[in-house]
Protein backbone atom coordinates (compact mmCIF):
# COMPACT_ATOMS: atom_id res chain seq x y z
CA UNK A 1 0.00 0.00 0.00
CA UNK A 2 1.40 3.58 -0.82
CA UNK A 3 0.12 5.52 2.60
CA UNK A 4 0.23 9.63 1.58
CA UNK A 5 0.19 12.26 3.73
CA UNK A 6 -0.84 16.00 4.17
CA UNK A 7 1.99 18.63 4.44
CA UNK A 8 0.70 18.98 8.04
CA UNK A 9 1.57 15.73 8.98
CA UNK A 10 5.19 15.22 7.46
CA UNK A 11 6.10 18.44 9.16
CA UNK A 12 4.86 17.37 12.98
CA UNK A 13 6.41 13.92 11.88
CA UNK A 14 9.87 15.75 11.19
CA UNK A 15 9.18 18.34 14.49
CA UNK A 16 10.35 15.77 17.30
CA UNK A 17 13.46 15.38 15.25
CA UNK A 18 13.76 18.89 14.53
CA UNK A 19 13.95 19.67 17.86
CA UNK A 20 16.45 17.20 18.43
CA UNK A 21 18.96 18.87 16.25
CA UNK A 22 18.74 16.81 13.51
CA UNK A 23 17.59 19.20 10.89
CA UNK A 24 20.76 19.12 8.57
CA UNK A 25 20.98 15.05 8.91
CA UNK A 26 16.97 15.16 7.51
CA UNK A 27 17.68 17.71 4.69
CA UNK A 28 21.02 15.47 3.85
CA UNK A 29 19.15 12.36 3.65
CA UNK A 30 16.36 13.74 1.38
CA UNK A 31 19.16 15.67 -0.88
CA UNK A 32 21.14 12.40 -1.67
CA UNK A 33 17.87 10.06 -2.30
CA UNK A 34 17.50 12.47 -4.97
CA UNK A 35 20.46 13.13 -6.38
CA UNK A 36 20.54 9.06 -6.45
CA UNK A 37 17.13 9.16 -8.29
CA UNK A 38 19.09 11.22 -11.03
CA UNK A 39 21.74 9.19 -11.41
CA UNK A 40 19.22 6.38 -11.94
CA UNK A 41 17.31 7.48 -14.08
CA UNK A 42 19.97 8.84 -15.98
CA UNK A 43 21.94 5.24 -15.77
CA UNK A 44 18.43 3.92 -17.38
CA UNK A 45 17.94 6.38 -20.25
CA UNK A 46 21.59 5.41 -21.03
CA UNK A 47 23.30 8.66 -20.60
CA UNK A 48 26.66 9.85 -19.31
CA UNK A 49 26.86 11.33 -15.85
CA UNK A 50 29.86 13.21 -16.65
CA UNK A 51 29.09 16.78 -18.36
CA UNK A 52 25.63 15.89 -18.54
CA UNK A 53 23.90 19.56 -17.78
CA UNK A 54 21.16 20.00 -14.61
CA UNK A 55 19.67 23.33 -13.74
CA UNK A 56 18.31 23.20 -9.80
CA UNK A 57 15.51 26.36 -9.85
CA UNK A 58 15.77 26.87 -6.19
CA UNK A 59 13.88 28.38 -4.07
CA UNK A 60 14.87 30.33 -0.40
CA UNK A 61 13.74 27.72 1.88
CA UNK A 62 14.17 24.04 2.76
CA UNK A 63 12.96 22.65 -0.29
CA UNK A 64 15.26 24.86 -2.00
CA UNK A 65 18.21 23.57 0.57
CA UNK A 66 17.24 19.88 -0.63
CA UNK A 67 17.70 20.79 -4.17
CA UNK A 68 20.98 22.46 -3.97
CA UNK A 69 22.75 19.99 -1.70
CA UNK A 70 21.34 17.43 -4.26
CA UNK A 71 23.41 19.67 -7.12
CA UNK A 72 26.43 19.72 -5.42
CA UNK A 73 26.22 15.67 -5.01
CA UNK A 74 25.53 15.67 -8.80
CA UNK A 75 28.27 18.21 -9.13
CA UNK A 76 30.87 16.19 -7.51
CA UNK A 77 30.09 13.26 -9.70
CA UNK A 78 31.52 15.49 -13.00
CA UNK A 79 27.74 17.13 -14.16
CA UNK A 80 27.37 20.41 -15.28
CA UNK A 81 25.00 22.53 -12.27
CA UNK A 82 23.59 25.85 -12.42
CA UNK A 83 20.97 26.83 -10.13
CA UNK A 84 18.58 29.17 -10.25
CA UNK A 85 18.02 31.01 -7.13
CA UNK A 86 14.33 32.20 -7.68
CA UNK A 87 13.56 34.09 -4.07
CA UNK A 88 16.41 36.32 -3.77
CA UNK A 89 17.92 34.27 -1.63
CA UNK A 90 19.35 30.61 -0.31
CA UNK A 91 19.81 27.97 1.86
CA UNK A 92 22.90 29.30 2.88
CA UNK A 93 24.49 25.98 4.11
CA UNK A 94 23.08 24.36 0.72
CA UNK A 95 24.10 26.92 -1.26
CA UNK A 96 27.68 27.09 0.14
CA UNK A 97 28.03 23.43 -0.27
CA UNK A 98 26.85 23.76 -3.73
CA UNK A 99 29.04 26.15 -4.30
CA UNK A 100 32.22 24.54 -3.01
CA UNK A 101 31.16 21.38 -5.16
CA UNK A 102 32.13 23.49 -8.30
CA UNK A 103 27.97 24.42 -8.91
CA UNK A 104 27.14 28.03 -11.04
CA UNK A 105 24.47 30.05 -8.98
CA UNK A 106 22.63 32.65 -11.12
CA UNK A 107 20.23 35.24 -9.38
CA UNK A 108 16.65 35.33 -10.88
CA UNK A 109 15.91 39.09 -11.77
CA UNK A 110 14.26 40.77 -14.83
CA UNK A 111 17.22 40.74 -17.03
CA UNK A 112 18.31 36.31 -16.22
CA UNK A 113 14.97 35.35 -16.63
CA UNK A 114 14.38 34.75 -20.30
CA UNK A 115 18.34 33.42 -20.74
CA UNK A 116 18.11 31.27 -17.31
CA UNK A 117 14.74 29.69 -18.75
CA UNK A 118 15.94 28.72 -22.43
CA UNK A 119 19.07 26.93 -20.15
CA UNK A 120 16.55 25.18 -18.33
CA UNK A 121 14.46 24.28 -20.92
CA UNK A 122 17.65 22.94 -22.58
CA UNK A 123 19.20 21.22 -19.90
CA UNK A 124 19.44 17.40 -19.33
CA UNK A 125 17.96 17.32 -16.27
CA UNK A 126 15.74 19.75 -13.87
CA UNK A 127 15.85 19.48 -10.20
CA UNK A 128 12.44 21.19 -9.32
CA UNK A 129 12.91 22.61 -5.93
CA UNK A 130 11.24 25.88 -5.85
CA UNK A 131 8.65 25.24 -3.30
CA UNK A 132 7.53 22.40 -0.83
CA UNK A 133 5.39 21.45 1.84
CA UNK A 134 5.56 25.48 2.83
CA UNK A 135 4.21 26.69 -0.20
CA UNK A 136 0.74 29.10 0.49
CA UNK A 137 -0.67 29.31 -3.17
CA UNK A 138 0.33 28.76 -5.93
CA UNK A 139 3.82 29.59 -7.85
CA UNK A 140 3.26 33.26 -7.99
CA UNK A 141 5.63 36.33 -9.21
CA UNK A 142 9.26 35.89 -11.13
CA UNK A 143 9.38 32.32 -9.96
CA UNK A 144 5.72 31.92 -12.05
CA UNK A 145 7.35 33.82 -14.73
CA UNK A 146 10.11 31.57 -15.04
CA UNK A 147 8.02 28.65 -14.74
CA UNK A 148 5.80 29.82 -17.61
CA UNK A 149 8.75 30.87 -19.40
CA UNK A 150 10.37 27.63 -19.59
CA UNK A 151 6.91 25.99 -20.84
CA UNK A 152 7.12 28.18 -23.45
CA UNK A 153 10.63 27.64 -24.60
CA UNK A 154 10.30 23.77 -24.33
CA UNK A 155 6.91 24.04 -26.37
CA UNK A 156 8.94 26.31 -29.20
CA UNK A 157 12.51 24.86 -28.65
CA UNK A 158 11.71 21.15 -27.98
CA UNK A 159 14.01 20.42 -24.83
CA UNK A 160 13.73 17.40 -24.02
CA UNK A 161 15.63 16.99 -20.69
CA UNK A 162 13.80 15.38 -17.73
CA UNK A 163 12.29 16.94 -14.87
CA UNK A 164 12.86 15.61 -11.38
CA UNK A 165 10.60 17.28 -9.03
CA UNK A 166 11.84 17.91 -5.02
CA UNK A 167 9.60 16.91 -2.51
CA UNK A 168 6.80 17.79 -5.16
CA UNK A 169 6.38 19.87 -8.10
CA UNK A 170 6.50 23.26 -7.15
CA UNK A 171 3.04 24.97 -6.89
CA UNK A 172 1.08 21.80 -6.36
CA UNK A 173 -0.63 21.91 -2.91
CA UNK A 174 0.96 18.92 -0.68
CA UNK A 175 -2.48 18.21 0.81
CA UNK A 176 -5.28 18.12 -1.97
CA UNK A 177 -3.26 17.88 -5.17
CA UNK A 178 -4.23 21.65 -6.34
CA UNK A 179 -2.58 23.83 -8.57
CA UNK A 180 -3.43 28.26 -8.28
CA UNK A 181 -0.69 28.69 -10.59
CA UNK A 182 1.72 27.58 -13.55
CA UNK A 183 3.44 24.17 -12.84
CA UNK A 184 6.18 22.86 -14.60
CA UNK A 185 4.92 19.38 -15.04
CA UNK A 186 7.59 16.52 -13.47
CA UNK A 187 8.86 12.91 -15.04
CA UNK A 188 9.39 11.92 -11.71
CA UNK A 189 8.77 13.26 -8.16
CA UNK A 190 11.19 12.39 -5.11
CA UNK A 191 9.22 12.56 -2.19
CA UNK A 192 10.56 12.68 1.19
CA UNK A 193 9.04 10.63 4.31
CA UNK A 194 6.30 10.00 3.31
CA UNK A 195 3.81 10.22 -0.13
CA UNK A 196 2.19 13.88 -0.42
CA UNK A 197 -1.52 13.36 -0.69
CA UNK A 198 -1.46 15.93 -3.56
CA UNK A 199 0.89 13.60 -5.54
CA UNK A 200 -1.83 11.27 -5.78
CA UNK A 201 -5.16 13.21 -6.29
CA UNK A 202 -5.38 15.51 -9.95
CA UNK A 203 -4.24 18.14 -10.87
CA UNK A 204 -1.44 16.98 -8.74
CA UNK A 205 -1.06 13.91 -9.43
CA UNK A 206 -1.13 14.82 -13.26
CA UNK A 207 2.08 17.56 -12.50
CA UNK A 208 4.50 14.57 -10.47
CA UNK A 209 4.90 11.62 -13.10
CA UNK A 210 6.24 8.54 -11.42
CA UNK A 211 6.33 9.15 -7.36
CA UNK A 212 9.65 7.64 -6.13
CA UNK A 213 9.49 8.32 -2.02
CA UNK A 214 12.32 8.26 -0.30
CA UNK A 215 12.97 7.50 3.69
CA UNK A 216 14.39 10.33 5.67
CA UNK A 217 13.85 8.66 9.65
CA UNK A 218 10.81 10.49 10.64
CA UNK A 219 8.49 7.01 9.42
CA UNK A 220 8.04 6.22 12.78
CA UNK A 221 6.33 9.61 13.82
CA UNK A 222 3.69 9.52 11.12
CA UNK A 223 0.03 9.35 11.75
CA UNK A 224 -2.74 7.42 9.97
CA UNK A 225 -1.89 8.46 6.37
CA UNK A 226 -4.59 10.88 4.94
CA UNK A 227 -4.78 9.06 1.34
CA UNK A 228 -4.18 5.28 0.84
CA UNK A 229 -3.32 3.27 -2.90
CA UNK A 230 -4.18 0.04 -2.41
CA UNK A 231 -0.89 -2.16 -4.43
CA UNK A 232 -1.29 -6.10 -5.46
CA UNK A 233 -0.25 -7.25 -1.71
CA UNK A 234 -3.56 -5.56 -0.07
CA UNK A 235 -5.48 -6.38 -3.73
CA UNK A 236 -4.66 -10.52 -3.25
CA UNK A 237 -5.55 -10.23 0.36
CA UNK A 238 -9.16 -8.54 0.01
CA UNK A 239 -9.88 -10.13 -3.14
CA UNK A 240 -13.37 -12.74 -2.33
CA UNK A 241 -12.44 -16.58 -2.35
CA UNK A 242 -15.36 -18.91 -2.61
CA UNK A 243 -15.38 -21.44 0.72
CA UNK A 244 -15.24 -24.95 -0.14
CA UNK A 245 -19.19 -25.53 0.66
CA UNK A 246 -20.25 -22.58 -0.62
CA UNK A 247 -23.61 -22.25 -2.61
CA UNK A 248 -24.61 -19.08 -5.05
CA UNK A 249 -26.44 -17.49 -1.79
CA UNK A 250 -24.47 -18.09 0.39
CA UNK A 251 -21.27 -16.34 -2.19
CA UNK A 252 -23.98 -13.21 -2.47
CA UNK A 253 -26.73 -12.04 -4.92
CA UNK A 254 -26.80 -8.45 -6.13
CA UNK A 255 -30.07 -6.89 -6.92
CA UNK A 256 -29.42 -4.72 -10.35
CA UNK A 257 -31.85 -1.55 -10.97
CA UNK A 258 -30.05 -0.24 -14.80
CA UNK A 259 -30.94 0.50 -18.07
CA UNK A 260 -33.33 2.02 -19.60
CA UNK A 261 -35.55 1.81 -22.94
CA UNK A 262 -33.07 4.65 -24.00
CA UNK A 263 -30.05 3.13 -22.62
CA UNK A 264 -30.58 -0.65 -22.49
CA UNK A 265 -26.64 -1.31 -23.27
CA UNK A 266 -25.79 0.17 -19.79
CA UNK A 267 -27.80 -3.07 -18.11
CA UNK A 268 -26.05 -5.71 -20.06
CA UNK A 269 -22.93 -4.19 -19.46
CA UNK A 270 -23.48 -3.71 -15.24
CA UNK A 271 -24.64 -7.32 -15.44
CA UNK A 272 -21.81 -8.26 -17.31
CA UNK A 273 -19.17 -6.19 -14.91
CA UNK A 274 -20.98 -7.68 -12.12
CA UNK A 275 -21.17 -11.32 -13.30
CA UNK A 276 -17.26 -11.14 -13.76
CA UNK A 277 -16.57 -9.78 -10.48
CA UNK A 278 -17.38 -13.29 -8.49
CA UNK A 279 -20.93 -12.61 -7.22
CA UNK A 280 -22.79 -16.25 -6.93
CA UNK A 281 -25.80 -14.65 -8.57
CA UNK A 282 -27.42 -11.16 -10.63
CA UNK A 283 -30.88 -10.85 -10.15
CA UNK A 284 -32.15 -7.49 -12.78
CA UNK A 285 -35.47 -5.28 -12.27
CA UNK A 286 -36.36 -3.39 -15.17
CA UNK A 287 -38.47 -3.03 -18.11
CA UNK A 288 -39.44 -5.99 -20.31
CA UNK A 289 -37.40 -4.75 -23.77
CA UNK A 290 -34.23 -4.16 -21.27
CA UNK A 291 -35.01 -7.54 -19.76
CA UNK A 292 -35.06 -9.19 -22.93
CA UNK A 293 -31.75 -8.00 -23.85
CA UNK A 294 -30.45 -8.58 -20.54
CA UNK A 295 -31.27 -12.46 -21.16
CA UNK A 296 -30.11 -12.60 -24.37
CA UNK A 297 -26.47 -11.08 -23.39
CA UNK A 298 -26.12 -12.70 -19.77
CA UNK A 299 -28.20 -15.78 -19.45
CA UNK A 300 -26.65 -16.34 -15.78
CA UNK A 301 -28.92 -13.08 -15.01
CA UNK A 302 -32.22 -13.70 -13.17
CA UNK A 303 -34.59 -11.07 -14.66
CA UNK A 304 -38.00 -9.82 -13.87
CA UNK A 305 -39.97 -5.71 -13.70
CA UNK A 306 -41.44 -7.06 -9.67
CA UNK A 307 -40.50 -4.79 -6.80
CA UNK A 308 -37.12 -4.37 -4.89
CA UNK A 309 -39.16 -5.38 -1.66
CA UNK A 310 -39.63 -8.87 -3.87
CA UNK A 311 -36.43 -9.61 -4.11
CA UNK A 312 -33.86 -10.89 -1.78
CA UNK A 313 -30.06 -9.95 -2.44
CA UNK A 314 -27.20 -8.85 -0.42
CA UNK A 315 -26.88 -6.00 -2.12
CA UNK A 316 -28.18 -3.29 -4.91
CA UNK A 317 -27.07 -1.92 -7.61
CA UNK A 318 -28.64 1.40 -9.34
CA UNK A 319 -28.71 4.12 -11.77
CA UNK A 320 -26.79 3.27 -14.19
CA UNK A 321 -28.01 4.06 -17.81
CA UNK A 322 -31.49 5.42 -16.19
CA UNK A 323 -32.59 9.13 -16.74
CA UNK A 324 -34.95 11.67 -15.38
CA UNK A 325 -37.95 9.94 -16.86
CA UNK A 326 -37.82 6.67 -16.12
CA UNK A 327 -40.02 6.55 -12.90
CA UNK A 328 -40.55 2.94 -12.46
CA UNK A 329 -36.79 2.34 -12.23
CA UNK A 330 -36.23 5.40 -9.75
CA UNK A 331 -39.02 4.29 -7.50
CA UNK A 332 -36.63 0.96 -7.47
CA UNK A 333 -33.67 2.99 -6.76
CA UNK A 334 -35.12 4.73 -4.23
CA UNK A 335 -36.83 1.90 -2.21
CA UNK A 336 -32.95 -0.23 -3.07
CA UNK A 337 -31.13 2.97 -1.52
CA UNK A 338 -33.20 2.78 1.42
CA UNK A 339 -33.41 -0.94 2.33
CA UNK A 340 -30.51 -0.63 4.12
CA UNK A 341 -28.34 -2.78 2.40
CA UNK A 342 -25.07 -1.85 0.79
CA UNK A 343 -25.71 0.09 -2.67
CA UNK A 344 -23.78 1.16 -5.14
CA UNK A 345 -25.94 4.15 -6.47
CA UNK A 346 -24.48 5.61 -10.10
CA UNK A 347 -25.35 8.05 -13.10
CA UNK A 348 -29.32 8.39 -13.01
CA UNK A 349 -30.09 7.63 -9.43
CA UNK A 350 -27.76 10.53 -8.41
CA UNK A 351 -30.06 12.93 -9.50
CA UNK A 352 -32.67 11.75 -7.35
CA UNK A 353 -30.70 10.65 -3.95
CA UNK A 354 -32.54 10.97 -0.55
CA UNK A 355 -30.89 13.84 1.61
CA UNK A 356 -29.17 11.08 4.39
CA UNK A 357 -27.11 8.40 3.34
CA UNK A 358 -24.82 6.39 5.62
CA UNK A 359 -21.18 4.91 4.44
CA UNK A 360 -22.49 1.31 3.26
CA UNK A 361 -24.49 3.25 -0.11
CA UNK A 362 -21.26 3.89 -2.55
CA UNK A 363 -21.86 6.93 -5.48
CA UNK A 364 -19.81 6.45 -8.20
CA UNK A 365 -20.28 9.77 -10.14
CA UNK A 366 -17.58 11.13 -12.88
CA UNK A 367 -16.48 14.68 -12.57
CA UNK A 368 -19.75 16.22 -14.31
CA UNK A 369 -22.03 14.01 -12.29
CA UNK A 370 -19.70 14.96 -9.31
CA UNK A 371 -20.35 18.78 -10.28
CA UNK A 372 -24.09 18.58 -10.63
CA UNK A 373 -24.80 16.81 -6.85
CA UNK A 374 -22.51 19.36 -5.45
CA UNK A 375 -24.51 21.91 -6.65
CA UNK A 376 -27.74 20.99 -5.57
CA UNK A 377 -25.99 20.30 -2.04
CA UNK A 378 -24.24 23.33 -1.88
CA UNK A 379 -26.78 25.55 -3.00
CA UNK A 380 -25.80 26.86 -6.55
CA UNK A 381 -25.14 30.28 -5.28
CA UNK A 382 -22.29 29.06 -2.83
CA UNK A 383 -20.95 26.42 -4.83
CA UNK A 384 -17.28 26.00 -5.38
CA UNK A 385 -17.80 23.51 -7.51
CA UNK A 386 -20.30 24.15 -9.78
CA UNK A 387 -18.76 22.40 -12.94
CA UNK A 388 -16.75 19.77 -14.04
CA UNK A 389 -13.54 21.50 -14.53
CA UNK A 390 -13.96 23.28 -10.65
CA UNK A 391 -14.34 19.81 -9.74
CA UNK A 392 -10.77 18.43 -12.01
CA UNK A 393 -8.88 21.51 -10.93
CA UNK A 394 -9.62 20.18 -6.87
CA UNK A 395 -10.60 16.29 -7.08
CA UNK A 396 -9.94 15.37 -3.74
CA UNK A 397 -11.45 18.41 -2.02
CA UNK A 398 -14.52 17.65 -4.03
CA UNK A 399 -14.76 13.84 -3.03
CA UNK A 400 -14.14 14.74 0.55
CA UNK A 401 -16.64 17.38 0.32
CA UNK A 402 -19.48 15.24 -1.21
CA UNK A 403 -19.05 11.99 1.70
CA UNK A 404 -19.24 14.81 4.23
CA UNK A 405 -22.31 16.36 2.46
CA UNK A 406 -24.16 13.17 2.00
CA UNK A 407 -23.02 10.77 4.31
CA UNK A 408 -22.22 8.35 2.09
CA UNK A 409 -18.93 6.87 1.04
CA UNK A 410 -18.32 8.91 -2.31
CA UNK A 411 -16.03 7.58 -5.88
CA UNK A 412 -14.92 9.99 -8.26
CA UNK A 413 -13.91 8.57 -11.11
CA UNK A 414 -11.14 9.58 -13.58
CA UNK A 415 -7.31 8.70 -14.38
CA UNK A 416 -6.70 8.62 -10.26
CA UNK A 417 -9.58 7.52 -8.91
CA UNK A 418 -10.18 8.86 -5.82
CA UNK A 419 -12.87 7.17 -3.08
CA UNK A 420 -13.61 8.67 1.17
CA UNK A 421 -16.31 8.34 3.03
CA UNK A 422 -17.55 11.45 5.78
CA UNK A 423 -14.48 12.84 7.79
CA UNK A 424 -12.24 9.76 7.08
CA UNK A 425 -10.79 7.48 5.60
CA UNK A 426 -9.76 7.88 1.42
CA UNK A 427 -8.29 6.12 -1.06
CA UNK A 428 -6.60 6.99 -4.70
CA UNK A 429 -6.53 4.01 -7.38
CA UNK A 430 -4.68 4.84 -10.45
CA UNK A 431 -4.28 1.39 -12.31
CA UNK A 432 -6.08 1.89 -15.41
CA UNK A 433 -5.34 3.31 -18.84
CA UNK A 434 -7.42 6.46 -20.85
CA UNK A 435 -8.57 3.89 -23.18
CA UNK A 436 -11.14 3.76 -20.20
CA UNK A 437 -12.32 6.48 -20.67
CA UNK A 438 -15.27 4.80 -23.61
CA UNK A 439 -18.52 4.27 -23.05
CA UNK A 440 -19.86 1.81 -20.40
CA UNK A 441 -16.78 1.51 -19.20
CA UNK A 442 -18.43 2.84 -15.83
CA UNK A 443 -21.23 0.94 -15.88
CA UNK A 444 -19.18 -2.33 -15.59
CA UNK A 445 -17.41 -0.68 -12.85
CA UNK A 446 -20.47 -0.16 -11.11
CA UNK A 447 -21.07 -3.63 -11.33
CA UNK A 448 -18.05 -4.81 -9.95
CA UNK A 449 -18.11 -2.59 -7.51
CA UNK A 450 -21.98 -4.06 -6.62
CA UNK A 451 -20.62 -7.50 -7.20
CA UNK A 452 -17.88 -7.00 -4.46
CA UNK A 453 -20.52 -5.10 -1.85
CA UNK A 454 -22.67 -8.27 -2.24
CA UNK A 455 -19.99 -10.93 -1.43
CA UNK A 456 -18.68 -8.41 1.24
CA UNK A 457 -21.47 -9.16 3.41
CA UNK A 458 -20.88 -7.14 6.90
CA UNK A 459 -17.72 -8.88 7.19
CA UNK A 460 -15.47 -6.08 8.87
CA UNK A 461 -12.41 -8.21 9.85
CA UNK A 462 -10.41 -8.64 6.79
CA UNK A 463 -9.67 -4.73 6.28
CA UNK A 464 -8.78 -4.66 10.01
CA UNK A 465 -4.83 -5.27 8.57
CA UNK A 466 -5.28 -1.58 6.82
CA UNK A 467 -5.47 -0.10 10.08
CA UNK A 468 -8.92 1.91 9.36
CA UNK A 469 -12.15 2.48 11.16
CA UNK A 470 -14.99 0.02 10.38
CA UNK A 471 -16.56 2.16 7.89
CA UNK A 472 -13.39 2.40 5.82
CA UNK A 473 -13.94 -1.45 4.86
CA UNK A 474 -16.82 0.69 2.29
CA UNK A 475 -14.02 3.11 0.66
CA UNK A 476 -11.64 0.07 0.57
CA UNK A 477 -14.37 -2.32 -1.24
CA UNK A 478 -14.96 0.69 -3.88
CA UNK A 479 -11.03 1.15 -4.30
CA UNK A 480 -10.51 -2.68 -4.58
CA UNK A 481 -13.28 -2.42 -7.10
CA UNK A 482 -11.76 0.60 -9.01
CA UNK A 483 -8.09 -1.33 -9.01
CA UNK A 484 -9.86 -4.58 -10.59
CA UNK A 485 -11.38 -2.08 -13.09
CA UNK A 486 -8.25 -0.32 -14.26
CA UNK A 487 -6.09 -3.35 -13.98
CA UNK A 488 -8.49 -4.85 -15.97
CA UNK A 489 -8.75 -2.84 -18.88
CA UNK A 490 -5.08 -1.82 -18.79
CA UNK A 491 -4.41 -5.93 -19.54
CA UNK A 492 -7.07 -5.83 -22.24
CA UNK A 493 -5.00 -3.25 -23.77
CA UNK A 494 -1.57 -4.60 -23.38
CA UNK A 495 -3.69 -7.65 -25.07
CA UNK A 496 -4.26 -5.58 -28.24
CA UNK A 497 -0.75 -4.42 -28.06
CA UNK A 498 -1.80 -1.55 -26.42
CA UNK A 499 -4.61 -0.48 -28.46
CA UNK A 500 -8.14 0.57 -27.87
CA UNK A 501 -10.66 -1.52 -25.71
CA UNK A 502 -14.47 -1.32 -25.08
CA UNK A 503 -16.44 -2.05 -22.15
CA UNK A 504 -17.36 -5.33 -22.51
CA UNK A 505 -13.07 -6.13 -23.55
CA UNK A 506 -12.52 -4.66 -19.87
CA UNK A 507 -15.11 -6.99 -18.27
CA UNK A 508 -14.10 -9.80 -20.35
CA UNK A 509 -10.78 -9.35 -18.74
CA UNK A 510 -11.53 -9.41 -14.95
CA UNK A 511 -11.59 -13.05 -14.51
CA UNK A 512 -8.26 -13.40 -14.94
CA UNK A 513 -7.05 -10.48 -13.44
CA UNK A 514 -8.98 -11.97 -10.59
CA UNK A 515 -7.04 -15.29 -11.12
CA UNK A 516 -3.62 -13.92 -11.13
CA UNK A 517 -4.37 -11.10 -8.47
CA UNK A 518 -5.15 -14.00 -5.94
CA UNK A 519 -2.44 -16.16 -6.91
CA UNK A 520 -0.28 -13.67 -5.02
CA UNK A 521 -1.72 -13.54 -1.82
CA UNK A 522 -0.50 -16.78 0.37
CA UNK A 523 -2.06 -15.92 3.78
CA UNK A 524 -5.57 -17.34 2.93
CA UNK A 525 -7.75 -14.48 1.34
CA UNK A 526 -10.90 -13.29 2.40
CA UNK A 527 -13.25 -16.27 3.59
CA UNK A 528 -16.93 -16.12 4.47
CA UNK A 529 -17.21 -19.72 5.66
CA UNK A 530 -15.89 -21.45 7.98
CA UNK A 531 -14.45 -24.27 5.14
CA UNK A 532 -12.19 -22.51 2.80
CA UNK A 533 -10.41 -23.83 0.21
CA UNK A 534 -6.75 -23.19 -0.35
CA UNK A 535 -5.31 -21.13 -2.96
CA UNK A 536 -3.41 -23.27 -5.70
N1 LIG B 1 11.91 20.58 7.91
C1 LIG B 1 13.02 19.96 7.54
O1 LIG B 1 14.04 19.99 8.18
C2 LIG B 1 13.03 19.23 6.27
C3 LIG B 1 12.43 19.80 5.17
N2 LIG B 1 12.54 19.22 3.98
C4 LIG B 1 12.24 20.00 2.78
O2 LIG B 1 11.76 21.26 3.10
C5 LIG B 1 10.55 21.56 2.42
C6 LIG B 1 9.75 22.51 3.23
O3 LIG B 1 10.60 23.61 3.46
P1 LIG B 1 10.12 25.05 3.97
O4 LIG B 1 9.27 24.89 5.16
O5 LIG B 1 11.34 25.88 4.11
O6 LIG B 1 9.20 25.59 2.83
P2 LIG B 1 9.39 25.69 1.25
O7 LIG B 1 10.79 25.50 0.86
O8 LIG B 1 8.36 24.83 0.65
O9 LIG B 1 8.96 27.22 1.03
C7 LIG B 1 9.89 28.22 1.42
C8 LIG B 1 9.37 29.60 1.54
O10 LIG B 1 8.82 30.07 0.35
C9 LIG B 1 7.92 31.15 0.58
N3 LIG B 1 6.66 30.90 -0.11
C10 LIG B 1 5.58 30.23 0.36
N4 LIG B 1 4.60 30.18 -0.58
C11 LIG B 1 5.10 30.81 -1.67
C12 LIG B 1 4.57 31.04 -2.95
N5 LIG B 1 3.35 30.63 -3.29
N6 LIG B 1 5.35 31.71 -3.84
C13 LIG B 1 6.59 32.12 -3.50
N7 LIG B 1 7.12 31.91 -2.29
C14 LIG B 1 6.40 31.26 -1.37
C15 LIG B 1 7.72 31.18 2.07
O11 LIG B 1 8.46 32.24 2.59
C16 LIG B 1 8.24 29.80 2.51
O12 LIG B 1 8.69 29.78 3.80
C17 LIG B 1 9.94 20.20 2.15
O13 LIG B 1 9.08 20.22 1.06
C18 LIG B 1 11.18 19.37 1.92
O14 LIG B 1 11.59 19.51 0.58
C19 LIG B 1 13.45 18.10 3.80
O15 LIG B 1 14.72 18.65 3.63
C20 LIG B 1 13.47 17.20 4.98
C21 LIG B 1 13.76 17.96 6.22
N1 LIG C 1 -7.97 9.39 -18.56
C1 LIG C 1 -8.33 8.28 -17.90
N2 LIG C 1 -7.39 7.39 -17.48
C2 LIG C 1 -7.75 6.25 -16.86
N3 LIG C 1 -9.03 5.92 -16.57
C3 LIG C 1 -9.99 6.75 -16.94
C4 LIG C 1 -9.70 7.97 -17.62
N4 LIG C 1 -10.87 8.60 -17.87
C5 LIG C 1 -11.84 7.81 -17.38
N5 LIG C 1 -11.33 6.70 -16.81
C6 LIG C 1 -12.09 5.60 -16.19
O1 LIG C 1 -13.06 5.12 -17.13
C7 LIG C 1 -14.33 4.94 -16.49
C8 LIG C 1 -15.31 5.87 -17.17
O2 LIG C 1 -16.52 5.89 -16.49
P1 LIG C 1 -17.73 6.85 -16.93
O3 LIG C 1 -17.23 8.22 -17.13
O4 LIG C 1 -18.82 6.64 -15.97
O5 LIG C 1 -18.12 6.24 -18.34
P2 LIG C 1 -19.57 5.82 -18.88
O6 LIG C 1 -20.53 6.78 -18.31
O7 LIG C 1 -19.47 5.92 -20.36
O8 LIG C 1 -19.78 4.42 -18.46
C9 LIG C 1 -14.07 5.18 -15.02
O9 LIG C 1 -13.75 3.97 -14.38
C10 LIG C 1 -12.86 6.11 -15.01
O10 LIG C 1 -12.10 6.01 -13.82
K1 LIG D 1 9.50 21.33 -5.37
Not at 137 to 166: H, I, K, M, P, Y
Not at 246 to 251: E, T, V, W
Not at 306 to 314: E, I, L, M, P
Not at 408 to 437: C, H, M, N, R, Y
Request: proline content about 5%; some cysteine.
Amino acid sequence: MISAYSGTQVRAAEEPLLAAGLGDVLMQRAAHGLANAVITELRARGRRLYGTRVVVLAGKGNNGGDGLYAAAFLAGRGMRTTAVLTGGAAHPAALAAFLRAGGHAEELTGETLKPLAAETARAGVVIDAILGTGAKGGLRGSAAALVEAVLEARRTDGGNGFVVACDLPSGVNADSGEAAGPVLPADLTVTFGGAKAGLLADPGADHAGRVHVVPIGIEEHLPAPALRRLEEAELSRLLPQPARRAHKYSRGVLGIVAGSVQYPGAAVLACRGALAAGVGMVRYLGPPEVAHLVRQSCPEVVCSDGAVADNRVQAWLVGSGMGPEDHEQLARARDAIQSGLPVVADAGALPALPSKLAPHVVLTPHAGELAALLKRLEGEADARFGDREAVEAATFDAVRKAAGLTGATVLLKGPATLVAIPGGEAFSQADGTPWLATAGSGDVLAGVIGALLAQAGSAVEPYRFLGMGDDGRWAALAALGAALHGIAGRAASDARSGGPITAGGVAEAIPEIWGKVSMLSNSGAWKRNSHSQPLR
